[in-house]
């Protein structure tokens, strides 16, 4: 399931593939996270 939510977002630039389970998030992913609402490093409240 991951992985097909994975795909999408390496295809947006949102995350750069790494090597198996690991990925980064790129400044257009964080963007995009912060815009829809995210929390950030800080969690759930």
């Known amino acids: ?3 097909q939510a994975r795909k999408p977002m390496i295809s947006e630039g ?3 593939a790494k090597n198996g389970r690991f990925w ?3 400044d257009a992913g ?3 996270a ?3 609402g995210g929390k ?3 969690g759930r409240k």
Do not use: L, S, Y
Request: net charge positive; hydrophobic share 45%; proline share 0%.
């Open 34 to 36: 912060e815009k829809a």
């Open 40 to 42: 950030g490093a800080g």
């Open 24 to 26: 980064k998030i790129t």
């Open 1 to 3: 399931m991951v992985q």
């Open 14 to 16: 949102w995350i750069e």
């Open 30 to 32: 964080r963007k995009a």
